[in-house]
Nanobody, 114 residues
Framework: VQLVESGGGLVQPGGSLRLSCVGS????????MCWVRQAPGNGLEWLSC????????IYSNSAKGRFTMSRDNEKNTLYLQMSSLQHGDTAVYYC????????RGQGTQVTVSE
């Protein structure tokens, strides 16, 4: 069972990024899957979660209106489309099997800076 995140990078304030998370060894659509992040010096913060066998998605206040979580079942891949990025969004982003970050991958770094 493995999750591999990608798509992070350096982006200017107001910019956008799309993160990807490829699952292997299990069907991600059968699990309650989440995106979480960890900023320097902070704990894990959940951003969005998608229910298993459903497209129903919930968002934290930090993510609502700016981030969109989606899933491609054929590719066994999750996505997080992020827009209107701000300095406070700088963090390592993970996909995980739960809002507490269970089974998360190695993460992908997102840095928002001029």
């Amino acid at each position: 069972v493995q999750l591999v995140e990608s798509g992070g990078g350096l982006v200017q304030p107001g910019g956008s990024l799309r993160l990807s998370c490829v699952g292997s060894g299990f069907d991600i659509s059968s699990k309650y899957m989440c995106w979480v992040r960890q900023a320097p010096g902070n704990g894990l913060e959940w951003l969005s979660c998608m229910y298993s066998r459903s497209t129903t998605t919930i968002y934290s206040n930090s993510a609502k209106g700016r981030f969109t979580m989606s899933r491609d079942n054929e590719k066994n891949t999750l996505y997080l489309q992020m827009s209107s990025l701000q300095h406070g969004d700088t963090a390592v982003y993970y996909c995980a099997q739960g809002a507490n970050g269970e089974g998360r991958g190695q993460g992908t770094q997102v840095t928002v800076s001029e």
